[in-house]
């Protein structure tokens, strides 16, 4: 039986733009672009996960608020449950600094991206207009 792992996953809007990141090298899946967040630990809603998260891997402060999707994603190794939290930067945060050698991007929505999604937030990303 596989693992299921919770993972709470932000949409950060700035205006129409959205912030992206990438796998990092000498991770699974380096270099496809996923929406910043993390694992949910035990205890934690999505929301705290990723104020957490994000401090972690962006040293960016968050407001979060509502859930805008959902999506359930068998890989071969394991099942990811993705909570995609609407995320805005707070006023008194700092500009985003990728901690763990990952590029971010903000993307505009409404225009085409090629950009190569982690299967599990290609969805949302389009969805989302990206």
């Not at 040293?59 to 993705?82: A, H, M, W």
């Not at 500009?95 to 990952?102: F, I, K, Y």
């Not at 190569?116 to 389009?126: G, I, M, T």
Request: glycine fraction near 8%; charged fraction near 25%; proline fraction near 5%.
């Amino acid at each position: 039986m596989k693992n299921t792992i919770e993972v709470g996953a932000a949409v950060i809007f700035d205006g129409d733009e959205i912030l992206i990141t990438s796998r990092p090298l000498g991770r699974e899946y380096a270099g496809l672009w996923e929406f910043p967040g993390g694992k949910i630990e035990y205890g934690e809603t999505p929301a705290q996960c990723l104020v957490r998260e994000l401090d972690e891997e962006l040293g960016i402060s968050v407001n979060t608020f509502d859930q805008i999707y959902f999506t359930k994603y068998e890989y071969p190794e394991r099942t990811v449950c993705l909570h995609f939290i609407r995320c805005m930067m707070a006023s008194n945060s700092s500009a985003p600094m990728p901690r763990e050698n990952q590029q971010l991007q903000w993307l505009r929505r409404g225009i085409l991206h090629r950009i190569n999604f982690l299967p599990a937030d290609e969805d949302v990303a389009l969805f989302l207009g990206l």
